[in-house]
């Protein structure tokens, strides 16, 4: 595998993990652009949002419940904070392993990018 | 209920409907940020991110499904699309009805706002 996130998750590329489980980890962006900057992926190495399948949806459910917990934890839930997800290149994916940005710790704007 | 896009659903507000079923409906939003700029909404009124459960792991996953068939009947599946959900004042979120945003038709820029 040439994928930097499956590399991150395997340990060969040091990364500051904040959440692991069987099916998802999650770990700071190194060019963070809040406060708090998390990356939330599956384990499996799946391309893009476009490549998911129905069976994938509860994982998909999960990325987004596991984001919930790490705002809490981070102390910025309340506050608020703002989740993105970018397929292919009119989204700005530059990852093609599929990730869920979390974003706190300031005021998002309008538009989203 | 004084909630906007429980009128929408309920129909009492008129809107541009583009996927209804039991979980879930999608519309366009009338202060569109890209060419293509929809809503994906739980038809459950709930109030923001930070209010899901557990048990709404599943539905959660399917919004971001429902926005992948949109965006390939779209046609803009391939060129790529951004999903994003604004989570209470830091993230920007306007209307207190859990709501995903599916932005597709342009280049996305980063950061995400």
Redesign the interface.
């Known amino acids: 595998m040439d994928c930097i996130f499956c590399k991150i998750k395997a340990g060969e590329i040091p990364a500051q993990i904040v959440y692991r489980d069987d099916e998802i980890i999650a770990f700071r962006d190194i060019n963070p652009?809040?406060p708090s900057h998390l990356l939330v992926i599956p384990n499996r190495h799946i391309e893009t949002?476009?490549d998911?399948k129905?069976e994938?949806?509860?994982?998909?459910?999960?990325l987004?419940?596991v984001a919930?917990q790490i705002?809490?934890e981070e102390g910025?839930?309340?506050?608020?904070?703002?989740?993105?997800?970018?397929?292919?290149?009119?989204?700005?994916?530059e990852v093609y392993h599929l990730h869920l940005?979390l974003?706190?710790?300031?005021?998002?704007?309008?538009?989203?990018?």
């Open positions: 652009k809040a949002l476009a998911l129905e994938d949806t509860n994982m998909i459910g999960r987004v419940l919930n705002a809490s910025f839930s309340e506050n608020g904070y703002r989740l993105v997800m970018n397929c292919r290149e009119h989204g700005g994916q940005h974003l706190g710790g300031r005021q998002m704007m309008w538009p989203p990018g």
